[in-house]
Nanobody, 128 residues
Framework: VQLQASGGGLAQAGGSLRLSCAASGLTLSSYTVGWFRQAPGKEREFVAAISWNGSAAFTRYADSVKGRFTISRDNAKNTVYLQMNSLKPEDTAVYYC????????????????????WGQGTLVTVSS
């Protein structure tokens, strides 16, 4: 039972990366899935999240990534993606995906406490 985050690496400022969060042994459908990041010496912070109500997805983004990052999901593949464009050095962090503690939460949660199942993290480094 795990979430596997992948796709991190080294990118230049202005470049792009696509992160994937694949679930095994647990389902992501009916749950909001979020991406968080943690830079050295800083607290883990919300990046983006996507819910699913059976027919439509709803998304939320941190102000710092709006217009640059796009979260999406493929329920058939039990996978959530984070497309990161126009990367900045301040995006450098370990990125974690997580599944909401509750299924079918009516709002898209943004707090760390709202998420109970976490992946191992993937490192994103953006050079200037």
């Amino acid at each position: 039972v795990q979430l596997q985050a992948s796709g991190g690496g080294l990118a230049q400022a202005g470049g792009s990366l696509r992160l994937s969060c694949a679930a095994s042994g647990l389902t992501l459908s009916s749950y909001t899935v979020g991406w968080f990041r943690q830079a050295p010496g800083k607290e883990r912070e919300f990046v983006a999240a996507i819910s699913w109500n059976g027919s439509a997805a709803f998304t939320r983004y941190a102000d710092s990534v709006k217009g640059r990052f796009t979260i999406s999901r493929d329920n058939a593949k039990n996978t959530v993606y984070l497309q990161m464009n126009s990367l900045k050095p301040e995006d450098t962090a370990v990125y974690y995906c997580a599944r909401d503690r509750l299924p079918n939460r009516p709002i898209v949660a943004t707090t760390v406490f709202s998420y109970a199942t976490w992946g191992q993290g993937t490192l994103v480094t953006v050079s200037s």
